[in-house]
Protein backbone atom coordinates (compact mmCIF):
# COMPACT_ATOMS: atom_id res chain seq x y z
CA UNK A 1 0.00 0.00 0.00
CA UNK A 2 1.30 3.47 -0.84
CA UNK A 3 2.55 4.91 2.16
CA UNK A 4 0.43 8.25 1.50
CA UNK A 5 -3.00 6.07 1.94
CA UNK A 6 -1.48 4.99 5.70
CA UNK A 7 -0.30 8.67 6.53
CA UNK A 8 -4.16 9.87 5.47
CA UNK A 9 -5.34 7.02 7.82
CA UNK A 10 -3.11 7.74 10.63
CA UNK A 11 -3.88 11.74 10.60
CA UNK A 12 -7.75 11.19 10.07
CA UNK A 13 -7.74 8.66 13.29
CA UNK A 14 -6.16 11.47 15.47
CA UNK A 15 -8.48 14.07 14.50
CA UNK A 16 -11.38 15.10 16.61
CA UNK A 17 -15.19 14.55 14.95
CA UNK A 18 -18.25 13.33 16.38
CA UNK A 19 -21.63 13.50 14.80
CA UNK A 20 -22.27 16.91 14.42
CA UNK A 21 -18.47 18.61 14.86
CA UNK A 22 -16.61 16.96 11.97
CA UNK A 23 -14.77 20.25 11.38
CA UNK A 24 -11.46 19.59 11.95
CA UNK A 25 -11.75 16.11 9.73
CA UNK A 26 -13.43 18.12 6.71
CA UNK A 27 -10.82 20.88 6.81
CA UNK A 28 -8.01 18.01 6.31
CA UNK A 29 -10.06 16.18 3.90
CA UNK A 30 -10.88 19.32 1.95
CA UNK A 31 -7.20 20.32 1.72
CA UNK A 32 -6.45 16.83 0.73
CA UNK A 33 -8.81 16.34 -2.21
CA UNK A 34 -8.30 19.93 -3.62
CA UNK A 35 -6.25 18.67 -6.21
CA UNK A 36 -7.83 15.25 -7.08
CA UNK A 37 -11.42 17.07 -8.07
CA UNK A 38 -12.53 19.41 -10.14
CA UNK A 39 -15.07 21.05 -7.72
CA UNK A 40 -15.27 21.19 -3.78
CA UNK A 41 -18.22 22.36 -2.05
CA UNK A 42 -19.83 21.87 1.56
CA UNK A 43 -23.41 21.84 1.88
CA UNK A 44 -25.57 23.54 4.88
CA UNK A 45 -25.08 20.16 6.77
CA UNK A 46 -21.48 19.88 6.52
CA UNK A 47 -21.55 17.14 4.16
CA UNK A 48 -17.81 17.85 1.69
CA UNK A 49 -18.49 17.17 -2.15
CA UNK A 50 -15.31 16.16 -4.13
CA UNK A 51 -16.88 16.45 -7.65
CA UNK A 52 -14.74 14.92 -10.72
CA UNK A 53 -15.92 14.88 -14.26
CA UNK A 54 -19.34 16.66 -13.90
CA UNK A 55 -19.92 17.23 -17.28
CA UNK A 56 -18.98 13.83 -18.84
CA UNK A 57 -21.54 11.66 -20.11
CA UNK A 58 -22.58 8.38 -18.31
CA UNK A 59 -23.66 7.26 -14.96
CA UNK A 60 -23.71 9.59 -12.20
CA UNK A 61 -21.37 7.89 -9.41
CA UNK A 62 -21.48 8.33 -6.12
CA UNK A 63 -19.02 7.52 -3.21
CA UNK A 64 -19.79 8.24 0.11
CA UNK A 65 -17.75 8.04 3.59
CA UNK A 66 -18.38 9.15 6.22
CA UNK A 67 -16.86 11.69 8.35
CA UNK A 68 -18.04 11.44 12.12
CA UNK A 69 -17.57 9.23 14.97
CA UNK A 70 -18.86 7.61 17.89
CA UNK A 71 -18.03 9.90 21.35
CA UNK A 72 -19.20 11.89 24.02
CA UNK A 73 -20.66 15.00 24.41
CA UNK A 74 -20.40 17.26 27.79
CA UNK A 75 -23.69 18.19 29.05
CA UNK A 76 -23.05 19.76 32.65
CA UNK A 77 -20.38 20.22 35.13
CA UNK A 78 -20.90 19.35 38.83
CA UNK A 79 -20.09 21.40 41.95
CA UNK A 80 -16.69 19.46 42.77
CA UNK A 81 -15.63 20.18 38.84
CA UNK A 82 -16.23 16.71 37.54
CA UNK A 83 -17.88 16.80 33.70
CA UNK A 84 -21.06 15.06 32.82
CA UNK A 85 -21.83 13.38 29.01
CA UNK A 86 -23.95 11.75 26.68
CA UNK A 87 -23.06 9.17 24.50
CA UNK A 88 -22.93 9.89 20.60
CA UNK A 89 -23.98 7.36 18.94
CA UNK A 90 -23.85 3.19 19.61
CA UNK A 91 -21.10 2.70 22.46
CA UNK A 92 -20.90 -0.01 25.13
CA UNK A 93 -21.06 1.16 28.78
CA UNK A 94 -18.39 -1.34 29.24
CA UNK A 95 -15.34 0.00 27.06
CA UNK A 96 -15.85 3.54 29.13
CA UNK A 97 -14.32 3.53 32.52
CA UNK A 98 -10.69 4.63 33.05
CA UNK A 99 -10.17 5.50 29.60
CA UNK A 100 -8.16 9.20 28.53
CA UNK A 101 -9.80 11.37 26.10
CA UNK A 102 -9.76 14.90 25.09
CA UNK A 103 -12.34 17.66 26.12
CA UNK A 104 -13.76 20.77 23.29
CA UNK A 105 -11.28 22.24 20.97
CA UNK A 106 -8.61 22.65 23.40
CA UNK A 107 -8.32 18.97 23.48
CA UNK A 108 -8.28 19.26 27.37
CA UNK A 109 -6.94 15.90 28.65
CA UNK A 110 -9.47 13.85 30.51
CA UNK A 111 -10.26 10.58 32.34
CA UNK A 112 -13.29 8.62 32.56
CA UNK A 113 -14.49 7.86 36.19
CA UNK A 114 -17.16 6.25 38.64
CA UNK A 115 -17.39 4.91 41.84
CA UNK A 116 -14.16 2.49 42.45
CA UNK A 117 -14.84 -1.33 43.03
CA UNK A 118 -13.66 -0.63 46.75
CA UNK A 119 -16.93 1.43 47.32
CA UNK A 120 -19.18 -0.38 45.38
CA UNK A 121 -21.49 -2.79 46.89
CA UNK A 122 -21.84 -6.78 46.43
CA UNK A 123 -24.74 -6.34 43.51
CA UNK A 124 -23.17 -2.99 42.02
CA UNK A 125 -20.33 -5.29 41.22
CA UNK A 126 -21.99 -7.45 39.27
CA UNK A 127 -23.93 -5.00 36.78
CA UNK A 128 -22.05 -2.75 34.37
CA UNK A 129 -22.09 0.73 35.59
CA UNK A 130 -24.19 2.91 33.40
CA UNK A 131 -23.17 5.55 31.29
CA UNK A 132 -25.14 8.17 32.84
CA UNK A 133 -23.21 6.93 36.40
CA UNK A 134 -19.97 7.80 35.09
CA UNK A 135 -18.28 10.98 34.52
CA UNK A 136 -14.53 12.69 33.33
CA UNK A 137 -12.56 13.94 35.90
CA UNK A 138 -10.30 16.80 33.86
CA UNK A 139 -8.37 17.39 37.08
CA UNK A 140 -10.18 20.64 38.02
CA UNK A 141 -10.49 21.38 41.59
CA UNK A 142 -14.48 22.82 41.34
CA UNK A 143 -16.60 23.70 38.95
CA UNK A 144 -15.52 27.44 38.34
CA UNK A 145 -12.08 25.89 37.39
CA UNK A 146 -13.82 23.27 34.80
CA UNK A 147 -16.16 25.88 33.24
CA UNK A 148 -12.77 27.72 32.38
CA UNK A 149 -12.25 24.33 30.52
CA UNK A 150 -14.99 22.95 29.06
CA UNK A 151 -18.73 23.74 28.42
CA UNK A 152 -22.13 22.03 27.55
CA UNK A 153 -22.08 20.94 24.09
CA UNK A 154 -18.07 20.37 23.99
CA UNK A 155 -17.17 17.47 22.12
CA UNK A 156 -15.35 14.04 23.61
CA UNK A 157 -12.82 11.51 21.74
CA UNK A 158 -11.05 8.98 23.12
CA UNK A 159 -7.13 10.26 23.04
CA UNK A 160 -5.89 6.81 21.42
CA UNK A 161 -2.87 7.10 19.45
CA UNK A 162 -2.40 5.47 15.66
CA UNK A 163 0.42 3.18 16.11
CA UNK A 164 1.30 -0.35 13.98
CA UNK A 165 1.89 -3.59 15.37
CA UNK A 166 2.14 -7.12 14.86
CA UNK A 167 2.17 -8.42 11.70
CA UNK A 168 1.19 -5.93 8.45
CA UNK A 169 -1.41 -4.44 11.73
CA UNK A 170 -2.66 -1.02 12.25
CA UNK A 171 -4.50 0.30 15.88
CA UNK A 172 -6.01 3.61 16.23
CA UNK A 173 -9.23 5.24 17.14
CA UNK A 174 -12.08 6.07 14.59
CA UNK A 175 -11.23 3.57 11.97
CA UNK A 176 -15.58 3.70 11.58
CA UNK A 177 -15.32 5.70 9.00
CA UNK A 178 -11.39 6.92 8.71
CA UNK A 179 -10.99 4.13 6.87
CA UNK A 180 -13.76 4.82 4.62
CA UNK A 181 -12.46 8.59 3.38
CA UNK A 182 -8.90 6.87 3.30
CA UNK A 183 -10.17 4.91 0.00
CA UNK A 184 -12.38 7.41 -0.83
CA UNK A 185 -9.65 10.38 -1.10
CA UNK A 186 -7.61 7.57 -3.03
CA UNK A 187 -10.18 6.70 -5.36
CA UNK A 188 -10.27 10.39 -6.53
CA UNK A 189 -6.95 10.52 -7.48
CA UNK A 190 -7.91 8.01 -10.40
CA UNK A 191 -9.25 9.39 -13.81
CA UNK A 192 -12.89 7.95 -15.20
CA UNK A 193 -15.19 8.46 -17.72
CA UNK A 194 -17.98 9.19 -16.13
CA UNK A 195 -18.98 11.68 -13.41
CA UNK A 196 -18.09 10.58 -10.23
CA UNK A 197 -19.33 12.35 -6.51
CA UNK A 198 -17.06 11.57 -3.86
CA UNK A 199 -19.17 13.08 -0.44
CA UNK A 200 -17.48 12.81 2.85
CA UNK A 201 -20.84 12.67 4.62
CA UNK A 202 -22.05 13.61 8.24
CA UNK A 203 -23.93 12.50 11.29
CA UNK A 204 -23.90 8.88 9.73
CA UNK A 205 -23.56 7.42 13.84
CA UNK A 206 -26.66 9.27 14.97
CA UNK A 207 -29.33 8.17 11.71
CA UNK A 208 -27.49 8.62 8.13
CA UNK A 209 -28.58 12.02 8.37
CA UNK A 210 -25.79 13.75 5.77
CA UNK A 211 -25.93 10.46 3.44
CA UNK A 212 -29.56 11.39 3.08
CA UNK A 213 -29.27 14.97 1.92
CA UNK A 214 -26.44 14.44 -0.02
CA UNK A 215 -27.78 11.60 -2.12
CA UNK A 216 -30.80 13.67 -2.71
CA UNK A 217 -28.55 16.62 -3.89
CA UNK A 218 -26.47 14.53 -6.30
CA UNK A 219 -29.29 12.34 -8.00
CA UNK A 220 -27.08 9.52 -8.33
CA UNK A 221 -27.72 6.56 -10.69
CA UNK A 222 -25.15 4.40 -9.23
CA UNK A 223 -23.46 4.54 -5.41
CA UNK A 224 -20.85 2.70 -3.30
CA UNK A 225 -20.96 3.53 0.67
CA UNK A 226 -17.24 2.63 1.44
CA UNK A 227 -17.00 2.17 5.53
CA UNK A 228 -15.16 -0.03 8.33
CA UNK A 229 -17.02 -2.92 9.28
CA UNK A 230 -16.63 -5.25 12.19
CA UNK A 231 -14.58 -8.40 12.08
CA UNK A 232 -14.96 -10.22 15.09
CA UNK A 233 -12.31 -12.60 13.70
CA UNK A 234 -11.94 -13.15 17.75
CA UNK A 235 -12.66 -16.34 20.45
CA UNK A 236 -16.06 -16.99 20.07
CA UNK A 237 -18.67 -19.04 21.84
CA UNK A 238 -19.98 -22.35 20.42
CA UNK A 239 -22.32 -21.45 17.22
CA UNK A 240 -21.30 -17.71 16.99
CA UNK A 241 -19.56 -16.90 13.45
CA UNK A 242 -17.04 -13.94 12.90
CA UNK A 243 -18.78 -11.54 10.69
CA UNK A 244 -15.35 -11.05 8.79
CA UNK A 245 -11.83 -11.95 9.21
CA UNK A 246 -8.43 -9.53 9.11
CA UNK A 247 -6.45 -10.21 5.79
CA UNK A 248 -8.92 -11.64 3.70
CA UNK A 249 -9.59 -8.41 1.41
CA UNK A 250 -12.40 -6.28 1.53
CA UNK A 251 -16.24 -7.85 2.84
CA UNK A 252 -19.14 -7.23 0.49
CA UNK A 253 -22.44 -7.53 1.67
CA UNK A 254 -25.61 -8.34 0.07
CA UNK A 255 -27.75 -7.43 3.12
CA UNK A 256 -27.43 -5.26 6.73
CA UNK A 257 -30.35 -4.10 9.39
CA UNK A 258 -30.47 -0.70 6.54
CA UNK A 259 -30.67 -2.38 3.40
CA UNK A 260 -30.56 -4.86 0.54
CA UNK A 261 -27.60 -4.27 -1.63
CA UNK A 262 -27.79 -4.46 -5.56
CA UNK A 263 -27.48 -7.86 -6.98
CA UNK A 264 -26.29 -7.01 -10.03
CA UNK A 265 -24.33 -4.35 -8.43
CA UNK A 266 -22.44 -6.99 -5.97
CA UNK A 267 -22.01 -9.34 -9.10
CA UNK A 268 -20.24 -6.57 -11.06
CA UNK A 269 -18.29 -5.71 -7.84
CA UNK A 270 -17.29 -9.59 -7.60
CA UNK A 271 -16.39 -10.04 -10.74
CA UNK A 272 -14.25 -7.18 -10.63
CA UNK A 273 -12.36 -8.42 -7.93
CA UNK A 274 -11.86 -11.67 -9.53
CA UNK A 275 -10.72 -10.43 -12.72
CA UNK A 276 -7.69 -7.90 -11.04
CA UNK A 277 -6.80 -10.66 -8.71
CA UNK A 278 -8.14 -8.74 -5.47
CA UNK A 279 -8.95 -10.77 -2.45
CA UNK A 280 -12.34 -10.21 -0.73
CA UNK A 281 -14.71 -11.86 1.64
CA UNK A 282 -18.19 -11.91 2.44
CA UNK A 283 -19.90 -9.67 5.64
CA UNK A 284 -21.60 -12.71 6.94
CA UNK A 285 -23.23 -11.09 9.54
CA UNK A 286 -26.41 -9.07 8.44
CA UNK A 287 -26.75 -6.64 12.18
CA UNK A 288 -25.88 -2.49 12.17
CA UNK A 289 -26.01 -0.38 8.83
CA UNK A 290 -24.43 2.20 7.15
CA UNK A 291 -25.05 5.28 4.61
CA UNK A 292 -26.58 2.55 1.73
CA UNK A 293 -29.49 3.04 4.13
CA UNK A 294 -30.60 6.53 3.12
CA UNK A 295 -28.58 7.01 -0.20
CA UNK A 296 -30.41 3.60 -1.85
CA UNK A 297 -34.00 5.36 -0.63
CA UNK A 298 -33.27 8.89 -2.16
CA UNK A 299 -35.61 10.14 -4.49
CA UNK A 300 -36.67 7.41 -7.02
CA UNK A 301 -34.54 5.18 -5.42
CA UNK A 302 -30.50 4.01 -6.30
CA UNK A 303 -28.51 1.25 -7.07
CA UNK A 304 -26.24 0.68 -3.82
CA UNK A 305 -23.61 -1.36 -2.47
CA UNK A 306 -21.29 -1.82 0.39
CA UNK A 307 -17.61 -2.20 0.32
CA UNK A 308 -15.94 -2.21 3.44
CA UNK A 309 -12.75 -2.32 5.69
CA UNK A 310 -12.85 -5.57 8.08
CA UNK A 311 -11.92 -3.51 11.68
CA UNK A 312 -11.75 -5.08 15.07
CA UNK A 313 -13.22 -3.72 18.08
CA UNK A 314 -14.91 -0.91 15.96
CA UNK A 315 -17.43 1.68 18.26
CA UNK A 316 -14.81 1.29 20.78
CA UNK A 317 -11.71 3.62 21.83
CA UNK A 318 -9.33 1.92 19.69
CA UNK A 319 -10.01 -0.32 16.61
CA UNK A 320 -7.28 -2.53 14.53
CA UNK A 321 -7.46 -3.20 11.02
CA UNK A 322 -4.75 -4.60 8.11
CA UNK A 323 -2.87 -2.81 6.04
CA UNK A 324 -2.84 -4.91 3.24
CA UNK A 325 -7.17 -5.04 3.72
CA UNK A 326 -6.92 -1.45 3.62
CA UNK A 327 -4.29 -1.21 0.37
CA UNK A 328 -6.79 -4.02 -1.44
CA UNK A 329 -10.07 -1.79 -0.60
CA UNK A 330 -8.35 1.14 -2.18
CA UNK A 331 -7.50 -1.44 -5.65
CA UNK A 332 -10.88 -2.68 -5.46
CA UNK A 333 -13.14 0.36 -5.58
CA UNK A 334 -10.89 2.27 -8.63
CA UNK A 335 -11.07 -0.95 -10.75
CA UNK A 336 -15.24 -1.17 -10.16
CA UNK A 337 -15.83 3.02 -10.15
CA UNK A 338 -13.66 2.77 -13.70
CA UNK A 339 -15.40 -0.75 -15.24
CA UNK A 340 -19.14 1.13 -13.57
CA UNK A 341 -18.06 3.97 -16.23
CA UNK A 342 -17.06 2.12 -18.73
CA UNK A 343 -20.59 0.05 -18.88
CA UNK A 344 -22.39 2.93 -19.84
CA UNK A 345 -20.37 5.09 -21.82
CA UNK A 346 -22.32 3.35 -25.23
Not at 279 to 305: C, E, F, M, Y
Request: hydrophobic letters at 40%; aromatic letters at 4%; glycine letters at 10%.
Amino acid sequence: MASDALETLAALSELPGISGQEGAVRAYLRERAAARADELRTDALGNLFAVKGAGKPGPRILLAAHMDEIGLIVTSVDDDGFVRFRKVGGIDDRVLLAKAVHVGQKRVPGVIGSKPIHLQSPGERTKVVPADEMYIDIGAKDKAEAQRLVEPGDAVTFATSFGEFGEGMVKGKAFDDRAGCTVLLEALAGEYDAPVYGVFTVQEEIGLRGARVAAYAVEPDVALVLEGTPAADIPLEEGETSSTVLGRGPALSFMDGSSIADRELVQTIIRVAEREGIPWQWRRTQGGGNDAGAIHLSKAGVRTASISVPCRYIHTPCAVLHKEDLRNTIRLVQAVVAELASQRRA
